[in-house]
């Protein structure tokens, strides 16, 4: 059993998971830890989409004005990176 413990308080490659430690927890008292843990990295990783794709959409908007393009021409373009952005998610699944 302390095998398992010991394995358990390691993520990916072997390092040591940050501000947790299921050896020292209470039966279930690790579950909610670990669900908050999981929750903020999945706060902070939205928080980091959110800003890369607003970065975007700014190059963007930048992108359309420096090109004079009509609306015609800047649908296209946004069109253009809806296609590179949904391809690029069907890359990660």
């Not at 999981?38 to 004005?65: D, G, H, K, Q």
Request: charged share 25%; proline share 1%.
């Amino acid at each position: 059993m302390n095998n398992i413990i010991n394995k358990s308080r390691h993520g990916f490659a072997g390092l040591p998971v940050a501000g947790f430690d299921m050896a020292s927890a209470a039966e279930g008292d690790y579950t909610a830890k670990l669900t908050l843990m999981l929750n903020s990295v999945r706060n902070e990783e939205r928080a980091n989409r959110a800003a890369v794709f607003a970065s975007r959409l700014e190059a963007i908007a930048s992108f359309i004005t420096k090109k004079e393009m009509t609306g015609i021409e800047a649908a296209e373009a946004l069109r253009n990176e809806a296609t590179r952005i949904q391809n690029e998610a069907g890359d990660f699944h």
